[in-house]
Structure formats: C-alpha cells, structure tokens
C-alpha cells in the first residue's frame, strides 16, 4: 500500500484556522458562561458568528475538500458509514468522511443557532447589543432558556465528533488530529494537493485580531462605559437623601409596588427604627416608588423581581426574593462575612443607577475595598 | 464680650476655610429651642455621659449606646450596626458638615434617641449632646 500513497495538502489554511478557532471561541463561550464574563462571553459568541459566515462562503468558494459538494452525503449513508465502520469495513474517504459530514452541518447550525439565540437573550433581557429592546423580556426568557440548550446540544455533537475523530485515527491509521493543523493526509497518489490559501486564513485572522481589539478596547467594562447603555433608570433627590444615610438607595425597580406600600406603612418599624418620616416625604416617597416599583418593567431585574415575587407576598428584604436568592445561591458563607447582604454596591458596580448589569459584577466579590454605595 | 468672642470664633473658622454661620447658627438656633422648653445649663460632661449611656432593648437583648455605631472617638468613622454602612465621623472638628444641617440634627436626634434609648430623648439630653459634639 505505501508505494501508492503519498503525504498530500488535503485542508486548506483558512479551513484549518476555522476548526480551531471554532474549538477555541467554544470553548471559550463554554468557560465564560457564568454572567459576570457576559462582555467576554458575548465577544467569543461574535466571533463564533463569523466564523460560521466565513465558513459558509469558504464551503462554496474554498480549496475542493473544504467544499460542501465535496462532502454533501444524505443522511443515509452516514449511518450505512457508520454500521460498516462497526464491522471495520467502512470504505476511505480523503476529506470528510459521511458520519463526519453530518457532525459538521450538525456543528455549523447549532453554532449558528447559539449565537442568534444569544444575540436575541441579550437584547431582549438584557437590554444590549444589536437588537437592544428589540424583544420583550418573556421572548428573552424563552431565548435564553433555548441558548442554554442548544449549548448542551452543542457540547454532546463535539464529544461525538472528537470520538469520532479518535475512532478515525485507528480505522485509518493516521493522525486527524495533526492533518487538521498541518493539513497534510496520506492519501492515494491520484489524489492532488489543494492550494493552501494562506492569504485568506491570515486576513481572516487579523479582520478577528483587530475585531478583538476594538471589542476590548474599553474593558474591562465599567459601570457607565459608553458601550451599549441601556436607558437610565429614574432617580429621585429625596430617595437617595433619607435612604442612603443607613444604607444602599436601592431603587424602587427592585421590589415590588406592594412592597414599598408595605415599608412605608409600616415606617415606625423599619427594620428596627422608626423612621419618622413626616407626611409629606411618605407621600413623595411613596409615589416615586409606586410610579417605579418592579412592575414599571424598566430593567431585566425590575421583570424578574415583578414576576417572580408571588402574588401573595410583599417582601420588605430584596434579599428574600426567589430571584435574588436564586442569583446568589452559589455564594458561600464566606462571601457574607465580609460583603453585608443590603450592601449590593460591594460588588455590583451600578448598584447605585439600579442595573445590576451581569458585566459590572466586581469578580472581586467584595475582596477589594475600592467599591462604593455599600 | 460675647459679641467678641463671636467675631472671634467667626474669624477663626474662616481662617480654616470654614462658613461660621452654617455650623454654628443650627446648633445655637436648637439650644435656645430647648432653653424654651424648660431645658438649661447644658454641659459637654453631661453630653458625654448620655453618649456612653448603656440601654439594652427588650426585644433583640443588644447593648445600645451611641457609640457602638458612631464609636468613642467621636473623629473616627462608624459603622451601622445592621447594615454596616459607613457612617462619617461625628466630629465637626473633622467633618464640617456636621451640625451644619438643622433639619437634620432634628430628624437623626428623634431617630437615633428612639433606637438606642428605646424613647425620645428630653430637650435637656438633645442639648447636652448637641453641646460635647459641637466641642469635638
């Protein structure tokens, strides 16, 4: 068999650049999907985005294996591959293989599918990026929940795929892993060397280099960073004066209506003081905080807070709410040691405006003592 | 001469850029309030004694007094005892906004009196304390 064969360019340069990439940003995305890593998150799901644009055009416009013609197997003969293959009797393909051929469209749309439910998650619910506000929260609810499946999806195909890589370097005895960098395979003497197109894989590298460079310009992201704002929620003189001596000025959005009716007429008893507060301020307070409670809907937590809290209830702590018990569930008991639970600017760097934007969480967790608003 | 020795005090607080007339009209303006209530011969010996006045309170069973927010030394900064907030000095010496705000004094003497000694405080007590936090 070895006087037939030779060592021979199958992967062009900008296919081989796209796979690892590809493996990279998702891998990024993978590790980067705690929400205070949102900005980064979001940059290596952009990235993700043209990636997969490239990806197409290059599977009509790139070297012979990289296009789709080369590898446009029906479904039917990636199982036929793959019963064979369990008998050791799959037949030799120099690119892409038919079960490899379905993982990669299987790849390429849920890549594609991440990241237009991500784009859709983050401007509906969070109030950012291309479709800012776009959507409404509960359509962002349902596209974050997909996102997150899809990302399971996602992760159950490359395992599959690096399997079936792993099963392909000991059907064909050669290494697929180092092909996909060097680009080089043994394969029969007939078949000819594609072009490497370096051109196109170091464009492609520097269009993404200088994209990083711009995204990343401003990071990290502070609170108040020009970089997609949502609108300003609502702020009050005389709130933040009689709120703000004895603790954070928390902003009406944060509970709701009830709950501020609830803590202002019960004044006399407010956590263990009596405020006395004169008429006057109750009724501007009082008002402020009804025409800005959660149901006023003005941010993605004013939503959470509005549709989570149960009916029935009026919490006056926004730390006993479902969702903010939920958000903080993985914090240990050393983390309230040194960060009080009514001190949210500790770590919330716009605390004090009312967002609560995942970027702005201090990762710090309240370790630094630079925070203000606690 | 008191007028002199107003002129003085005056000349003295602009000397290190302060307005004499916001910190210390407020103070004097509430001690003549409470001189009208019957209140006399307020003492900055008798301000500190009620400033370290232990009370416990009946209901959590917590050591109350002034300081265990505001700590003893009145120049330092505090700390709110179920928030933890920061709590700027009480001392005008370091804080010149203190005793500068008369709405204020009013509205924290009748909150902080009611937490710490579970009741409000007499006209006698708001001057004495007003009196030894002037002179911190």
């Not at chain 2, 959590?60 to 700590?71: D, E, I």
């Given at each position: 068999m070895a006087e037939d064969t030779h060592r021979v360019r199958v992967w062009d340069a900008p296919t081989r650049?796209?796979?690892?990439?590809?493996?990279a940003c998702f891998a990024g995305d993978w590790l980067t999907r705690d929400a205070r890593y949102l900005d980064v998150h979001e940059f290596f799901g952009y990235v993700i985005g043209a990636l997969v644009a490239f990806r197409l055009v290059w599977g009509f416009a790139g070297t012979h294996w990289a296009r789709f013609a080369s590898f446009a197997?029906?479904?039917s003969s990636?199982?036929?591959?793959?019963?064979?293959?369990?008998?050791?009797r799959q037949a030799h393909y120099v690119g892409h293989n038919p079960a490899g051929s379905w993982s990669i469209y299987a790849l390429l749309t849920l890549a594609a599918l991440e990241v237009a439910t991500g784009v859709v998650t983050l401007g509906a619910e969070k109030r950012l990026g291309v479709l800012a506000g776009g959507f409404g929260y509960r359509v962002g609810d349902i596209a974050h929940a997909l996102h997150q499946w899809l990302a399971y999806a996602m992760l159950a195909v490359v395992a599959v795929h690096i399997l079936g890589v792993l099963v392909g370097c000991l059907a064909d005895r050669q290494n697929l892993i180092a092909s996909m960098l060097t680009g080089y395979k043994r394969a029969?003497?007939?078949i000819a060397a594609v072009e490497a197109r370096r051109g196109v894989a170091v464009t492609l590298a520097l269009a993404l280099a200088f994209g990083a460079l711009g995204y990343f310009r401003a990071y990290p992201m502070a609170a108040g960073a020009p970089r997609?704002?949502?609108?300003a929620?609502?702020?009050?003189a005389v709130w933040k004066n009689e709120c703000s001596d004895c603790h954070l000025d928390y902003h009406p959005s944060l509970l709701p209506a009830r709950s501020w009716s609830r803590m202002f007429a019960e004044q006399k008893s407010h956590f263990g003081e009596d405020l006395g507060l004169s008429n006057e301020t109750l009724r501007h307070l009082q008002a402020y905080a009804e025409r800005n409670a959660a149901e006023a809907l003005a941010s993605p937590v004013a939503w959470k807070m509005a549709t989570t809290v149960p009916a029935a209830a009026a919490p006056l702590r926004i730390s006993a709410t479902p969702y903010w018990e939920q958000r903080h569930a993985s914090l240990d008991a050393a983390t309230w040691e040194r960060v009080h639970r009514s001190a949210c600017g500790k770590?919330?760097?716009d605390a004090e405006a009312g967002r609560f934007a995942p970027g702005a969480i201090d990762i710090n967790l309240g370790r630094s003592p630079v925070q203000k608003g606690g | 001469m008191p007028g002199l020795r107003n002129i003085a005090l005056a000349a003295g607080l602009a000397l290190l850029g302060m307005d004499a007339t916001a910190s210390a009209a407020p103070v004097d303006d509430l001690l003549q309030q409470f001189r009208a209530q019957g209140a006399s011969g307020f003492t900055v010996a008798a301000g500190e004694q009620l400033w370290e006045r232990k009370v416990i309170d009946p209901k959590t069973g917590q050591a109350r007094r002034c300081a265990l927010c505001h700590t003893a030394d009145l120049r330092k900064k505090g700390k709110h005892a179920s928030t933890g907030k920061v709590i700027e000095p009480m001392a005008p010496s370091v804080n010149p906004e203190r005793l500068s705000d008369k709405a204020k004094i009013k509205k924290w003497l009748a909150r902080n009196c009611k937490w710490?000694?579970?009741r409000e405080c007499t006209p006698q007590e708001k001057g004495d304390v007003l009196t030894m936090l002037r002179s911190r």
């Amino acid at each position: 068999m070895a006087e037939d064969t030779h060592r021979v360019r199958v992967w062009d340069a900008p296919t081989r650049i796209f796979h690892w990439l590809l493996a990279a940003c998702f891998a990024g995305d993978w590790l980067t999907r705690d929400a205070r890593y949102l900005d980064v998150h979001e940059f290596f799901g952009y990235v993700i985005g043209a990636l997969v644009a490239f990806r197409l055009v290059w599977g009509f416009a790139g070297t012979h294996w990289a296009r789709f013609a080369s590898f446009a197997f029906p479904a039917s003969s990636a199982w036929r591959y793959l019963l064979a293959l369990a008998r050791a009797r799959q037949a030799h393909y120099v690119g892409h293989n038919p079960a490899g051929s379905w993982s990669i469209y299987a790849l390429l749309t849920l890549a594609a599918l991440e990241v237009a439910t991500g784009v859709v998650t983050l401007g509906a619910e969070k109030r950012l990026g291309v479709l800012a506000g776009g959507f409404g929260y509960r359509v962002g609810d349902i596209a974050h929940a997909l996102h997150q499946w899809l990302a399971y999806a996602m992760l159950a195909v490359v395992a599959v795929h690096i399997l079936g890589v792993l099963v392909g370097c000991l059907a064909d005895r050669q290494n697929l892993i180092a092909s996909m960098l060097t680009g080089y395979k043994r394969a029969d003497s007939a078949i000819a060397a594609v072009e490497a197109r370096r051109g196109v894989a170091v464009t492609l590298a520097l269009a993404l280099a200088f994209g990083a460079l711009g995204y990343f310009r401003a990071y990290p992201m502070a609170a108040g960073a020009p970089r997609d704002r949502p609108p300003a929620l609502p702020l009050d003189a005389v709130w933040k004066n009689e709120c703000s001596d004895c603790h954070l000025d928390y902003h009406p959005s944060l509970l709701p209506a009830r709950s501020w009716s609830r803590m202002f007429a019960e004044q006399k008893s407010h956590f263990g003081e009596d405020l006395g507060l004169s008429n006057e301020t109750l009724r501007h307070l009082q008002a402020y905080a009804e025409r800005n409670a959660a149901e006023a809907l003005a941010s993605p937590v004013a939503w959470k807070m509005a549709t989570t809290v149960p009916a029935a209830a009026a919490p006056l702590r926004i730390s006993a709410t479902p969702y903010w018990e939920q958000r903080h569930a993985s914090l240990d008991a050393a983390t309230w040691e040194r960060v009080h639970r009514s001190a949210c600017g500790k770590c919330h760097r716009d605390a004090e405006a009312g967002r609560f934007a995942p970027g702005a969480i201090d990762i710090n967790l309240g370790r630094s003592p630079v925070q203000k608003g606690g | 001469m008191p007028g002199l020795r107003n002129i003085a005090l005056a000349a003295g607080l602009a000397l290190l850029g302060m307005d004499a007339t916001a910190s210390a009209a407020p103070v004097d303006d509430l001690l003549q309030q409470f001189r009208a209530q019957g209140a006399s011969g307020f003492t900055v010996a008798a301000g500190e004694q009620l400033w370290e006045r232990k009370v416990i309170d009946p209901k959590t069973g917590q050591a109350r007094r002034c300081a265990l927010c505001h700590t003893a030394d009145l120049r330092k900064k505090g700390k709110h005892a179920s928030t933890g907030k920061v709590i700027e000095p009480m001392a005008p010496s370091v804080n010149p906004e203190r005793l500068s705000d008369k709405a204020k004094i009013k509205k924290w003497l009748a909150r902080n009196c009611k937490w710490t000694l579970g009741r409000e405080c007499t006209p006698q007590e708001k001057g004495d304390v007003l009196t030894m936090l002037r002179s911190r």
